[in-house]
């Protein structure tokens, strides 16, 4: 089998050492943990935190069930994203240029790019909503934020900055309690819970949003290259596999368990008095929840925990567009390599976030801005998730491809996922026309 390891630590072979495996498991374990829920703390990014809140505000609890049944679906597309990038110690884009040529890496690249701009554009206007319910001019929040990401960033060191984005990134969990304050009603959820569907054009496009924004582009690209990234000194590939893998579950669940917390919250207040209610912005949701939570609740819990979503997933997008192209164009792109050793790499983030900052800073409407990215993103999902499934077939050996039931529960994950996604950009699209 593969060893996975450092070029200076010898990993510990399979077939001996068992009393000092056994010994070391639960540390061994917890080597690989932080990629994953990274870059699940960045799916649930502004974007969704307000899809989830018109979901419960128009739909009261009835798209809980299908936040839920979304883990497994994240779950098995992001686990093979980093089983490759585990297993072949390549990025997305190198092992596409690798397996499929040049021209196709740039076609993935090019994809990369445009989805990594939009997204900065999702979370920056996120950034920016939060600043005007306190009354910080747009320009000095979103630069604020764009200076923080540049310089941490350019410090370098992938350990400091999956600690300081996961850290960030918790502040998503403020949602919970906001559910909690929020009062929800037991038996008004259980019956939401079963009976989940409701017959109308606006249930199936909510439902459509939040399916097919489940996997994001970048997290593809992300997720491979900081699984490479990561310290995996005295694990050898099966113990890195396990690992990642709990991983990725635990971010699974808590990404989605961070959206139904929104549903519940807007659900059980606005959900139940204000059904209908648009729910466009951060300003909107945040004044909506005033009257139920209080003033300082609904600014505190709301608005932290969205600049919690939208940074960690700034940081995470700039990072998975500066990996994905710096590795399609053959440059050096580790976040151990000072700005001068990888120069190229860190210009790439760089214009990223300034590029992010200065479209939010001259389009006036943000909620018009945000609903196009949305739609780009779905768009470009077939491309990416397409690339994904071929590779895995391709580009592993046997004995670590999927198998059976689980590759085809994987492509049926990945095929809904697309369905849903592309729905989703047909619909806003005639609604824009």
Known sequence: MAVVGSADAAPIPLSTASTRKRSFAGAALLVMLGPGVMVMLADTDAGSVITAAQSGARFRYALILPQLLLIPALYLVQEMTARLGL??????????????????????????????????????????????????????????AAAALIALVLLGRYRRVEHIGIAVGALELLFLPAALFAHPHLGAILHDLGNPVHATSGFATLLAANVGAVIMPWMVFYQQEAVIAKDRRGLDLRAALRSS??????????T???????VVA??????????????????AIASALTPFLGHDKAIVLFGLGMVGAAVVAALV????????????????????????????????????IVAGVVLVAVVPNLVNLTIHVEV???????????????????????GLRMRGARRIAT?????????FGVVTAAVVLFRLA
Do not use: K
Request: aromatic letters at 6%; one cysteine or more; charged letters at 10%.
């Open 87 to 144: 297993v072949t110690g390549e990025g997305h884009g190198a092992l596409i240029r690798r397996t499929f040529g040049s021209r196709w890496a740039l076609l993935s690249a090019g994809t990369l790019f445009v989805a990594c701009v939009g997204a900065l554009v999702t979370e920056f206007a996120g950034v920016a909503g939060v600043g005007s319910l306190v009354g910080i001019p747009r320009l000095v929040s979103t630069g604020a």
């Open 411 to 419: 492509y049926a994950c990945v095929a809904v996922v697309v369905a």
């Open 256 to 262: 989605q368990l961070v959206m139904v917390a929104v």
């Open 245 to 254: 893998r709990l991983d990725t579950a635990a971010g699974s669940v808590i």
């Open 317 to 352: 997008v700039t990072l998975a567009g500066a990996w994905g192209i710096s590795e399609v164009l053959g440059w050096r792109h580790s976040l151990n390599d000072s700005p001068a050793r990888a120069a190229g790499f860190y210009s790439l983030a760089v214009v990223g």
């Open 266 to 283: 807007t659900g059980a207040t606005l959900g139940v008095t204000h059904r209908g209610i648009a729910l466009d912005s951060v300003g």
């Open 376 to 398: 780009l993103n779905a768009c470009l999902l077939p491309v990416i998730l397409g690339f994904l499934v071929v590779l895995e077939r391709r580009a592993l050996p046997p």
